[in-house]
Nanobody
Framework: QVQVVESGGGLEQPGGSLNLSCAASGSIYSIVSMAWYRQAPGGERELVALLTGSGREHVADAVKGRFTISGEVNTKNTVYLQMNSPKHEDTAAYYC?????????????????WGQGTQVTVSS
């Protein structure tokens, strides 16, 4: 089992900054990617940014230029989301997802693990 813990959410004013952290721990064989998703009230969960173990990254158009993903996926099992100039519409619960590869009895398996989420509220 892999445990995923997020931290760093809270209340921020528009134009401010927030930094979210995510750490994976437990029985880790190999992490393929770590990603941030968000879900606003009444909305669907959507991808915000993703970072692979090989260093490739993807950032959603809605936050490109304002949010930055970074981390050490393979070495420290961590990922961060730097949120600059947040807007009211960035208010949501933010979740960290870990894509994990395990090895058992000669075969590889892919599993997903989610954190509990951290609330981000952007309001003046």
């Amino acid at each position: 089992q892999v445990q995923v813990v997020e931290s760093g959410g809270g209340l921020e004013q528009p134009g401010g900054s927030l930094n979210l952290s995510c750490a994976a721990s437990g029985s880790i064989y190999s992490i393929v990617s770590m990603a941030w998703y968000r879900q606003a009230p009444g909305g669907e969960r959507e991808l915000v940014a993703l970072l692979t173990g090989s260093g490739r990254e993807h950032v959603a158009d809605a936050v490109k230029g304002r949010f930055t993903i970074s981390g050490e996926v393979n070495t420290k099992n961590t990922v961060y989301l730097q949120m600059n100039s947040p807007k009211h519409e960035d208010t949501a619960a933010y979740y960290c997802k870990v894509e994990h590869r395990s090895y058992y009895s000669g075969s590889y398996y892919l599993d997903e693990y989610w954190g509990q989420g951290t609330q981000v509220t952007v309001s003046s």
